[in-house]
Every structure is written in C-alpha cells, then in structure tokens.
C-alpha cells in the first residue's frame, strides 16, 4: 500500500512563500508522475504542477513563474517551492502519484495553504 505524507502548508502574508513537501511510501513501479493539485472553497480541485520521472513539469498558467516543482527519485518525494504568494492560491493543496501505464492513482490527505491579504 502506497501512502503520501505532506507538510509544509501553512498561514502566509501575501507575497510571502512557503514550500510543500510530500513523501511516498511504499512500494511503487515503474515510471510515474508526482505533483500537486489544490481545492479551493466552493471551487473544483485543479492542478497545479506535475513532474514525470524524466522531469518533464506541468504548470497552471495561474502559478506559472511563482511555483517551481522539484522531485527527488530517490527518495520518492516531490517538491514545490511557492514564491510571491497570492489570497487566491489559499487552498487545500493535494499531492498526487499517479502511473497510467501501471494504472495506479494515490492522493495524499491534503495540507492547507492560507495566504493573508
């Protein structure tokens, strides 16, 4: 059984940063996709970032030059580093491990990111 455990969420002022965290344990195969999604109050979860294995990323154009995903393989964790915080990026923040190859899809319990205005 595969679990991720986040960290790293926070209260924040705006303009302000914070870095989330999210670690997988367990046994996990093959090639993969990491990355974070958030829910927002009343709004539908969306993606934020993404990173294969090879290191491709994935951003939502809302985060683009503000948020940067890292991962490290190693260590089966997956980084994001959120810079120049925003009111509006206040939400439930979710990690993600997905392979539709081996067709597999885990979520972490989800941390929540309050930013200040």
């Known amino acids: 059984q595969v679990q991720l455990v986040e960290s790293g969420g926070g209260l924040v002022q705006a303009g302000g940063s914070l870095r989330l965290s999210c670690a997988a344990s367990g046994t996990i195969v093959g090639i993969n996709t990491m990355g974070w999604y958030r829910r927002a109050p009343g709004k539908q979860r969306e993606l934020v970032a993404t990173?294969?294995?090879?290191?491709?990323?994935n951003y939502a154009d809302s985060v683009k030059g503000r948020f940067t995903i890292s991962r490290d393989n190693a260590k089966n964790t997956v980084y994001m580093q959120m810079n120049s915080l925003k009111a509006e990026d206040t939400a439930v923040y979710y990690c993600?491990?997905?392979?539709?190859?081996?067709?597999?899809?885990?979520w972490g319990q989800g941390t929540q990111v309050t930013v200040s205005s």
């Open positions: 990173m294969d294995s090879g290191g491709t990323t």
């Open positions: 993600n491990l997905e392979s539709r190859f081996w067709r597999y899809n885990y």
